[in-house]
């Protein structure tokens, strides 16, 4: 755990979030500035900062991430019409918090190409 980092905190229930699931090593929940009517963020429990310093050791968690991801979005009721996953990585992506994550976006239709 990093001692200053937010989604570690979330992840120890220091900081609080609104849980939708809670597995042995992925965690989901509600963004706290939804971009869209359905909008989750899947953290893993490991402080890994960006998609860049994930590991090859570490795929299978990419894979538990991308599984919770799908799971939210079939209980959200949005599998079947679409929803967008997205990691952003490094300043200019956007990204704000350095905790991996992967946003799941959906209940309207996504714009291409995105902002
Ligand atoms: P990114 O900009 O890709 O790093 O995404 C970070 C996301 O975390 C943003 O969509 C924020 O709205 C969200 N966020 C920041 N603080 C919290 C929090 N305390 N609880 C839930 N989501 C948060
Ligand atoms: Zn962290």
């Given at each position: 755990?990093?001692?200053?980092?937010?989604?570690?905190?979330?992840?120890?229930?220091?900081?609080?979030?609104?849980?939708?699931?809670?597995?042995?090593?992925?965690?989901?929940?509600?963004?706290?500035?939804?971009?869209?009517p359905v909008h989750i963020l899947?953290?893993?429990?490991?402080?890994?900062?960006?998609?860049?310093d994930l590991k090859p050791e570490?795929?299978?968690?990419?894979?538990?991430?991308?599984?919770?991801?799908?799971?939210?979005?079939?209980?959200?009721?949005?599998?079947?019409?679409?929803?967008?996953?997205?990691?952003?990585?490094?300043?200019?992506?956007?990204?704000?918090v350095y905790h991996l994550h992967?946003?799941?976006?959906?209940?309207?239709?996504?714009?291409?190409?995105?902002?």
């Amino acid at each position: 755990m990093a001692e200053e980092c937010l989604f570690c905190k979330i992840w120890a229930k220091e900081a609080p979030a609104k849980e939708v699931h809670r597995g042995d090593d992925v965690l989901a929940f509600e963004d706290i500035r939804p971009v869209a009517p359905v909008h989750i963020l899947v953290i893993p429990k490991d402080h890994i900062p960006t998609i860049k310093d994930l590991k090859p050791e570490q795929a299978p968690l990419l894979l538990r991430m991308i599984d919770l991801a799908n799971q939210v979005a079939r209980d959200r009721g949005i599998s079947r019409d679409g929803y967008r996953l997205v990691i952003n990585q490094g300043p200019q992506a956007g990204q704000s918090v350095y905790h991996l994550h992967l946003h799941v976006l959906g209940g309207r239709a996504m714009h291409w190409p995105p902002g």
